[in-house]
């Protein structure tokens, strides 16, 4: 069922805004504490219900997606845009699956989810905390060499997916890289299990990042879907921002 997802799915959502203030760099491979993380009092979430299927699911959905191999060459596409031992921010981790790969190739990792449940499993399986935050708590200061956001946005309504990558790209450094991907077409969905689900082409993921400057799409390709689900192939986009002027 296409729809327009503002009218018909979001129309209590309050704006969203990126908070633009000041926070500690963190140094080092120090891991950073729920508590030093920027904090939006009035967050409201279209995509929670998103968030609810995954913490209703949650074992679930752990078990289907942590021992998943078939992502390690697309992972291997990040690390190889990154500098050694790079500090990097695995933005919506799910299982963890991909935080523990990049630490295995000797990346510095901090990881986030939206869902607490997931959380919880997360830290078990990669062996430290992993934060509970949205995407609009990420601290705007450039700690970041790089920031892997697999399918992290494929449940966001507009307003929430520009917020999301504003502040993605504000954690960045100068030159630091974005790593995200979208299902393949051109619609927006609420699938089976009640969750809103963006599909994007090329033309139509150039016209979303073109409102934000700051970012140049360096890469994009195709992956098949690593659960094996029909039609559901991934296009990927590698991102690089821009070093600031001064």
Request: proline fraction near 4%.
């Amino acid at each position: 069922m296409i729809i327009n997802f503002f009218t018909n799915f979001c129309q209590s959502a309050s704006a969203i805004k990126c908070p633009i203030v000041s926070s500690p760099r963190f140094l080092g491979t120090f891991q950073p504490t729920k508590d030093e993380f920027i904090k939006s009092p009035n967050i409201s979430f279209c995509s929670s219900k998103g968030t609810d299927f995954y913490d209703n699911n949650a074992l679930q959905f752990f078990n289907d997606t942590k021992d998943l191999k078939s992502m390690e060459p697309v992972c291997d596409e990040f690390i190889n845009v990154l500098p050694e031992n790079a500090e990097v921010l695995d933005a919506g981790c799910g299982s963890g699956r991909d935080s523990k790969y990049f630490m295995s190739k000797g990346l510095s990792v901090t990881a986030i989810d939206g869902s607490k449940e997931l959380c919880e499993l997360a830290s078990e399986n990669i062996g430290q905390e992993v934060l509970n935050l949205n995407y609009n708590q990420i601290p705007p200061s450039p700690k970041y060499d790089g920031i892997w956001a697999c399918a992290a946005l494929v449940h966001s309504s507009d307003e929430e997916m520009h917020q999301s990558i504003n502040c993605m790209a504000n954690a960045l450094k100068d030159g630091g890289i974005l790593q995200t991907n979208f299902k393949l077409g051109d619609k927006t969905i609420i699938d089976g299990k009640n969750r809103v689900q963006r599909y994007f082409n090329e033309q139509t993921l150039e016209k979303l990042f073109n409102e934000h400057p700051n970012l140049e799409i360096e890469k994009t390709w195709v992956t098949e879907d690593v659960l094996k689900r029909p039609d559901n192939d991934w296009l990927n986009v590698i991102l690089r921002k821009k070093l600031s002027e001064d």
